[in-house]
C-alpha cells in the first residue's frame, strides 16, 4: 500500500485555493493529487505521470472525488508544452515528490527492488527502449563506476562494476538478484550486516534508465515560470542529489547576483523572482517516519513566485 509522504505538510504548504488551478507532476498512485482536489472545487487539477499504471489507478481514484481534474500520461519534462495544449500558461502550485511509489517497488516484475527476483527493468515508462538489463549488461567499465559514484554515492564503485563486467563476460545479468549477488561479493562482509549493499547501486542504475537528475531541472524551471504571483511550488526529495539541484536552483532564483549588490539600482532583470518559504528543509515527524518507513529520506522545499 503506497503512502503518499508529507502529505499534512504540502496541503499547508500548497496553500490550496478553491477556484486554484493546481499541477501534481508526479502523481504515482494519486495520494496528493487526492487531497488538493478535494480542495478545489472550483479549480482544476493536472496530475502527470509517465506509468502507465499509475495513470489508470489515479484517474480511477479522482472521478470518484470529482470531475474537475486530468491525469496527463506524460514524464514531467512535458510539463510546459503539455499544459499549452490545453491553453494554460499560468498555475497556482506544484508538487514534485520525486520519490518511486512503493507500488512499483512491490511489485516484483518492475524490476526496482533488490529484495524480490525479477529481470532487470527499473523503467518507470515502460515504452522507453533503455531499461536496467542494458545499462548492467552494455554500459562499458568507466561509465558504470561514474553512475555508482554520482548517482548513488557508492564508496565501492569501481570493485562493483569490476566485478559486474567481469561476470558479464561469462554469460548476461539478468536478473534483479543476479545483481544482488555479484554486490555483496564487491563490498566487505562489515558492510553486508550494516546494511544492504545493493540499495545506492540499484539507486544509480533507476536514476540513469529514467534520466532522473536531468529532467529534474529543466522541469524546475518551467514550473517557475508557470506560477501566478503568490503561487508556490513545493518539492519532495529522497536523496542529496535531487536535494542539490532543487536547492542550488531556488538560490539562484531567489537571490540578487554578489556582484549587483553595490549598484545603487538592481536591473528589473536581475531581481529574484522568487521567494524561499522555508531556510530549512521540512522533513516528516517521528512518527510518520515510524508508520512509513519510507518517509526517512524525505525532505522538502518551497518556494512563492515573487
Given at each position: 500500500?503506497?503512502?503518499?509522504?508529507l502529505?499534512?505538510?504540502?496541503?499547508?504548504?500548497?496553500?490550496?485555493?478553491?477556484?486554484?488551478?493546481y499541477?501534481?507532476?508526479?502523481?504515482?498512485?494519486?495520494?496528493?493529487?487526492?487531497?488538493?482536489?478535494?480542495?478545489?472545487?472550483?479549480?482544476?487539477?493536472?496530475?502527470?505521470?509517465?506509468?502507465e499504471?499509475?495513470?489508470?489507478?489515479?484517474?480511477?481514484?479522482?472521478?470518484?472525488?470529482?470531475?474537475?481534474?486530468e491525469?496527463?500520461?506524460?514524464?514531467?519534462?512535458?510539463?510546459?508544452?503539455?499544459l499549452?495544449?490545453?491553453?494554460?500558461?499560468?498555475?497556482?502550485?506544484?508538487?514534485?515528490?520525486?520519490?518511486?511509489?512503493?507500488?512499483q517497488?512491490?511489485?516484483?516484475?518492475?524490476?526496482?527492488?533488490?529484495?524480490?527476483?525479477?529481470?532487470?527493468?527499473?523503467?518507470?515508462?515502460?515504452?522507453?527502449?533503455?531499461?536496467?538489463?542494458e545499462?548492467?549488461n552494455?554500459?562499458?567499465?568507466?561509465?558504470?563506476?561514474?553512475?555508482?559514484?554520482?548517482?548513488?554515492?557508492?564508496?565501492?564503485?569501481?570493485?562493483?562494476?569490476?566485478?559486474?563486467?567481469?561476470?558479464?563476460?561469462?554469460?548476461?545479468i539478468?536478473?534483479?538478484?543476479e545483481?544482488?549477488?555479484?554486490?555483496?561479493?564487491?563490498?566487505?562482509?562489515k558492510?553486508?550486516?550494516?546494511?544492504?549493499?545493493?540499495?545506492?547501486?540499484?539507486?544509480a542504475?533507476?536514476?540513469?534508465?529514467?534520466k532522473?537528475?536531468?529532467v529534474?531541472e529543466?522541469?524546475?524551471?518551467?514550473?517557475?515560470?508557470l506560477?501566478?504571483?503568490g503561487?508556490?511550488?513545493?518539492?519532495?526529495?529522497?536523496?542529496?542529489l535531487?536535494?542539490?539541484i532543487?536547492?542550488?536552483?531556488?538560490?539562484?532564483?531567489?537571490?540578487?547576483?554578489?556582484?549587483?549588490?553595490?549598484?545603487?539600482f538592481?536591473?528589473?532583470?536581475?531581481?529574484p523572482?522568487?521567494?524561499l518559504?522555508n531556510?530549512?528543509?521540512?522533513?516528516?515527524?517521528?512518527?510518520?517516519?515510524?508508520?512509513?518507513?519510507?518517509?526517512?529520506?524525505?525532505k522538502?522545499?518551497?518556494?512563492?513566485?515573487?
Open positions: 500500500m503506497h503512502k503518499s509522504v502529505l499534512k505538510e504540502v496541503i499547508t504548504y500548497l496553500k490550496v485555493k478553491e477556484r486554484g488551478i499541477v501534481d507532476c508526479t502523481a504515482g498512485y494519486a495520494g496528493h493529487s487526492s487531497e488538493i482536489l478535494k480542495r478545489v472545487k472550483r479549480g482544476y487539477l493536472f496530475a502527470f505521470d509517465q506509468d499504471e499509475a495513470v489508470k489507478y489515479s484517474n480511477q481514484k479522482l472521478q470518484v472525488i470529482g470531475k474537475n481534474f491525469v496527463i500520461n506524460s514524464n514531467f519534462i512535458n510539463l510546459k508544452a503539455e499549452n495544449k490545453r491553453k494554460v500558461t499560468k498555475v497556482d502550485g506544484i508538487l514534485f515528490d520525486l520519490g518511486v511509489s512503493s507500488v517497488l512491490d511489485k516484483k516484475e518492475r524490476g526496482f527492488s533488490y529484495h524480490q527476483d525479477a529481470r532487470l527493468d527499473m523503467r518507470m515508462d515502460q515504452n522507453n527502449d533503455l531499461s536496467a538489463y545499462v548492467v552494455e554500459y562499458p567499465l568507466e561509465k558504470l563506476i561514474n553512475i555508482f559514484k554520482i548517482y548513488g554515492e557508492e564508496p565501492a564503485a569501481r570493485n562493483i562494476a569490476k566485478k559486474i563486467v567481469s561476470a558479464r563476460e561469462k554469460e548476461p539478468v536478473t534483479t538478484l545483481l544482488v549477488d555479484i554486490i555483496k561479493g564487491s563490498v566487505s562482509a558492510r553486508r550486516r550494516l546494511e544492504h549493499p545493493a540499495r545506492q547501486v540499484f539507486q542504475i533507476r536514476i540513469e534508465v529514467n532522473e537528475l536531468e529534474l529543466a522541469a524546475l524551471e518551467q514550473a517557475i515560470t506560477l501566478n504571483p503561487g508556490r511550488l513545493c518539492v519532495i526529495t529522497f536523496h542529496s535531487e536535494d542539490r532543487c536547492k542550488q536552483l531556488f538560490k539562484k532564483y531567489s537571490s540578487v547576483n554578489q556582484s549587483l549588490k553595490k549598484l545603487p538592481i536591473p528589473v532583470s536581475e531581481e523572482i522568487i521567494k518559504i531556510k530549512q528543509v521540512i522533513v516528516p515527524s517521528a512518527l510518520e517516519i515510524k508508520t512509513n518507513n519510507r518517509a526517512r529520506s524525505a522538502m522545499r518551497v518556494v512563492e513566485k515573487l
